[in-house]
């Protein structure tokens, strides 16, 4: 049997996180900036993940999640340059 693509409470504990830190920040600006840093970087720890944990197991999974964090780093190139 397969193991699951990503460790069952990383999403719904990330998911949580945010939510405060952007809870807090409506009351704090100074942690605005923190709660929507961790929003954008939720997804980029997750791809890590599954490239970190399924590179041996499952190469075509690893590889698109790869290509995903690659997308992310050539957009966040190239809007400097827009």
């Known amino acids: 049997m397969k193991r699951p693509v990503l460790p069952p409470r990383l999403y719904p ?9 952007l809870a807090v920040g409506v009351f704090v600006p100074v942690v605005l900036d923190v709660g929507v840093l961790a929003l954008l970087l939720t997804p980029v720890v997750a791809a890590v993940v599954v490239v970190w944990t399924h590179w041996r197991e499952d190469r075509a999974l690893a590889v698109a999640a790869l290509l995903a964090l690659v997308g992310l780093a050539l957009v966040f190139v190239l809007r400097q340059f827009v």
């Open 13 to 21: 504990g990330a998911f949580w996180v945010v939510v405060a830190l």
